[in-house]
């Protein structure tokens, strides 16, 4: 059954990350997408957080750490799912798959704990897709160089990209694009996440899927996100 909204799929690796997961969600949570009919409505915002086999402790410590955050946006629902199981040691590409898996809207991402979002940056990304019916919106993010002292991050200075990112060109930038796909314009055999790129497996979904689908480009030359570096 299809769900009205967004899905956003969101990996943990490490209990260590636990405070850039509290400022990417703090972001996500700024991301009001009005629906189209109804302007003082938002369309639901479901976040799927992907625990890379945590203890039963570990699992706690993130779901108090996360629950302050909750009452911030009554539209946004978030979700924790802990892979348990010993196999396979990597859970890199595993982790997105099944985000991929448990989630039931038709628009659908993915995002870095390092990844912070301007406000309205999805809904930009959903209008462009209702407004061309591409099969993938993608907006421009840069990296920046952080320090961070204690809970308090500290940005440094602006990297920039090798190159924009343009279907064309596979090589893709420093920073990827944040990106929203519209799944009901893409075969479900294209829909998954491969292991042995070596800009790794969000770049290699996001390569393989504008070289064969219409891609919409407006939002690279806007400013949508910032992929934090230490």
Not at 154 to 165: D, H, M, Q, T, W
Request: hydrophobic fraction near 45%; proline fraction near 7%; glycine fraction near 6%.
């Amino acid at each position: 059954m299809e769900l009205a909204g967004l899905d956003v799929v969101i990996r943990l690796h490490d209990i260590s990350e636990l405070p850039r997961l509290d400022h990417c969600l703090f972001s996500l949570l700024g991301q009001s997408i009005p629906v189209t009919s109804d302007a003082d409505h938002c369309e639901p915002l479901w976040l799927h957080l992907m625990l890379h086999r945590f203890s039963f402790a570990e699992a706690q410590v993130v779901r108090s750490a996360t629950q302050a955050l909750r009452p911030l946006d009554k539209t946004a629902s978030l979700t924790m799912h802990n892979w348990e199981l010993p196999e396979p040691f990597d859970l890199r590409v595993p982790l997105l798959n099944w985000g991929l898996e448990v989630t039931k809207c038709r628009y659908f991402t993915c995002i870095g704990v390092s990844d912070l979002l301007l406000p309205g940056a999805y809904a930009k990304l959903l209008a462009r897709l209702r407004l061309t019916g591409a099969a993938m919106a993608v907006g421009r993010v840069i990296t920046q160089r952080v320090r961070w002292w204690g809970d308090v991050v500290l940005p440094l200075v602006e990297i920039p990209p090798r190159s924009a990112f343009v279907p064309s060109r596979p090589e893709g930038a420093d920073a990827l694009p944040v990106f929203l796909l519209d799944r009901a314009r893409l075969p479900t055999h294209d829909l998954v996440f491969r292991v042995g790129h070596p800009d790794g497996e969000v770049a290699e979904f996001m390569q393989r899927l504008s070289s064969q689908y219409e891609i919409d480009t407006r939002y690279m030359t806007d400013l949508l996100g910032v992929h934090q570096v230490l």
